[in-house]
Nanobody
């Protein structure tokens, strides 16, 4: 049974930083593309960042490029999202997602496995 468990969310002031983690119980973690999505109240879930397994290629949404960094530790089956220069508009529930592919999909329908999410709130 696949489980994705996010942690690290919280309340932070604008300009601050947070690091999210996603612990994955996937046997094929090292070859899975792992991603972060977010959903603000009243809005659709949107792509934030993705990282492939073996090659380590990355993709970022324009809104976070240069401020967020996605990384992974395949030995620990853990995905990370380092968020810096946070803005109030980054406030959302952040979700970890996984799919067994070598690509970098950016739409929710492409992902098979999802975590329960962790709340990030950025105050102005």
């Amino acid at each position: 049974q696949v489980q994705l468990v996010e942690s690290g969310g919280g309340l932070v002031q604008a300009g601050g930083s947070l690091r999210l983690s996603c612990a994955a119980s996937i046997q094929s973690f090292r070859i899975a593309t792992m991603s972060w999505f977010r959903q603000a109240p009243g809005k659709e879930r949107e792509f934030v960042a993705a990282m492939t397994g073996n090659s380590g290629r990355t993709s970022y949404a324009n809104s976070v490029r240069g401020r967020f960094t996605i990384s992974r530790d395949n030995a620990k089956n853990t995905l990370y999202l380092q968020m810096s220069s946070l803005k109030p508009e980054d406030t959302a529930v952040y979700y970890c997602a996984a799919v067994l592919t070598t690509g970098l999909p950016t739409t929710t329908r492409d992902y098979r496995y999802w975590g329960q999410g962790t709340q990030v709130t950025v105050s102005s």
